[in-house]
């Protein structure tokens, strides 16, 4: 089956830790993303990336960090800097030329106490 | 400011009873108009893309229309399984043109 898998599915850390979220994909499609969705507010992009070791800031990235040193991954990294990290983050993939029409995972719950 | 507004924010139909949901945007050009569907705890679904005024686009008991300044999302005869939000999002052709603006949404549940 293609598709994007994020794992884990919930995640829990303590105040002051790093944590990296992972987010795999085998449609072969040339761009990623990382957004984060809270109750009350839409999806707010983190980061993107069109290709390989290329990688964009989006409206959030304070905070946040990425890699994608091969296509299929886009890992995120949420760091301690991040002042409110308890969100759901939620990883899509599309096409180079059809990025409206984004993929997306089933989503990290995660929460920091 | 580019924005996005859905309404009604939640909207409750009995099943088999049409209905339409509202996206109503503010953009600096539009380059297209995008419906997705969420189930609870999980990812969004694409659904359509809309790119001009007057364009249509169906799919099975869902047809999303696009005017200048809104976009609906009718539902014919919904079931209980059309329960989901249904998120509207838009691409402005000013700034970054890989940016989505996204709506709240429109949380709609449909008894049996």
């Known amino acids: 089956d293609g598709g994007i898998t994020q794992s884990p599915k919930y995640l829990f850390r303590k105040e002051g830790q790093n944590v990296t979220l992972s987010c795999e994909q085998n449609l072969n499609h040339d761009a990623m993303y990382w957004y984060r969705q809270d109750p009350g507010q839409g999806l707010r992009l983190i980061y993107y990336?069109?290709?390989?070791?290329?990688?964009q800031k989006g409206d959030i990235a304070e905070g946040y960090s990425v890699s994608r040193e091969k296509k299929e991954s886009f890992p995120l990294t949420v760091t301690s800097a991040q002042k409110n990290p308890t969100a759901f983050y939620l990883c899509a993939s599309s096409p180079w030329d059809r990025f409206n029409e984004q993929y997306f995972g089933p989503g990290t719950r995660l929460t920091v106490t | 400011e580019d924005q996005v507004t859905q309404s009604p924010e939640a909207l409750r139909l009995q099943e088999g009873e049409s209905s339409s949901l509202n996206c109503s945007y503010t953009?600096?050009?539009?380059?297209?108009l995008f419906w997705y569907r969420q189930d609870p705890g999980k990812g969004p679904e694409f659904l359509f893309t809309l790119y001009s005024a007057g364009e249509e686009k169906e799919k099975e008991r869902l047809k999303a229309t696009l005017t200048k300044k809104e976009s609906f999302l009718h539902i014919t005869a919904p079931k209980p399984e059309d329960s989901a939000t249904y998120l509207c999002?838009?691409?402005?052709?000013?700034?970054?043109?890989?940016?989505?603006?996204w709506g709240l949404g429109t949380s709609l549940a449909v008894n049996p």
């Open positions: 990336s069109q290709i390989v070791n290329d990688f």
């Open positions: 999002a838009v691409q402005g052709r000013a700034g970054n043109n890989r940016k989505l603006i």
């Open positions: 953009v600096s050009g539009l380059r297209g």
